[in-house]
């Protein structure tokens, strides 16, 4: 089934620990970003991927590092891992990052505390 | 700094119609999008709108007014499975998509 996946579902983590989360789309989309999803906010941009190779920074990147080696996947690394990180992640894709009928697909989504 | 308002909660009745207002501030104008997001699963596509006017997709209507900065999501002939959160994103001039926080919908018997 076409679409996004991420990996995984849900984590519990301790502070200063490493964690990667994963992103994997098989839509052959172009542009993939990573979001996280805080109770009364919006959904904030960490990182973003127009093509592969390419990376840029969101609203919110510190802390967070990505990859964009080829076109379907898109991991997010958190180097030390902080409690205000805490939050619900969200991997999207979409098939261009300039078009105006662009329109972005999200994963399931991956559900991050950090203790 | 850009900004997405629309209101944190709404209740409507079963069969009804509903409004969900968005207003916004932003440093440019690229499309306005509506997604629905069912409480723990990710945003769902509904509406994009680009230019003026009202975009009509069987029960779902979205509005823009540019000049305003104003949109709407209109909802009729409400089912219990449109309890969701709706959110509203517009995207900017560099062709980000900047999001409110969404517009959690009740629905009532």
């Known amino acids: 089934i076409a679409g996004i996946t991420q990996a995984p579902t849900s984590q519990i983590l301790a502070a200063g620990r490493r964690m990667t989360l994963r992103c994997t789309q098989d839509m052959r989309h172009n542009a993939m970003y990573w979001y996280r999803q805080d109770l009364g906010l919006g959904l904030r941009l960490i990182h973003y991927s127009n093509t592969a190779g390419t990376t840029g920074k969101g609203e919110v990147p510190d802390g967070y590092s990505v990859s964009r080696a080829n076109t379907d996947d898109f991991p997010l690394t958190l180097a030390s891992a902080v409690p205000s990180q805490t939050s619900v992640y969200f991997c999207?894709?979409?098939?261009?990052?300039?078009?105006?009928?662009?329109?972005?697909?999200f994963g399931p989504g991956t559900r991050l505390t950090v203790l | 700094g850009q900004n997405i308002d629309q209101p944190t909660e709404m209740t409507a009745t079963e069969g009804a119609i509903v409004q969900i207002n968005c207003t916004y501030q932003?440093?440019?104008?690229?499309?306005l999008f509506w997604y629905q997001q069912h409480a723990g699963e990710a945003p769902t596509f509904l509406s994009y709108n680009v230019l003026d006017g009202l975009e009509e997709k069987g029960r779902f209507s979205s509005f823009l007014s540019r000049s305003k900065g104003y949109s709407y999501l209109l909802l009729k002939e409400l089912q219990m499975k449109d309890s969701a959160s709706y959110l509203c994103a517009v995207r900017d001039s560099n062709y980000q998509l900047i999001w409110g926080a969404g517009t959690k919908l009740i629905i009532k018997p």
């Open positions: 932003t440093s440019g104008f690229n499309g």
């Open positions: 999207a894709s979409s098939d261009s990052a300039g078009s105006h009928a662009d329109t972005q697909y």
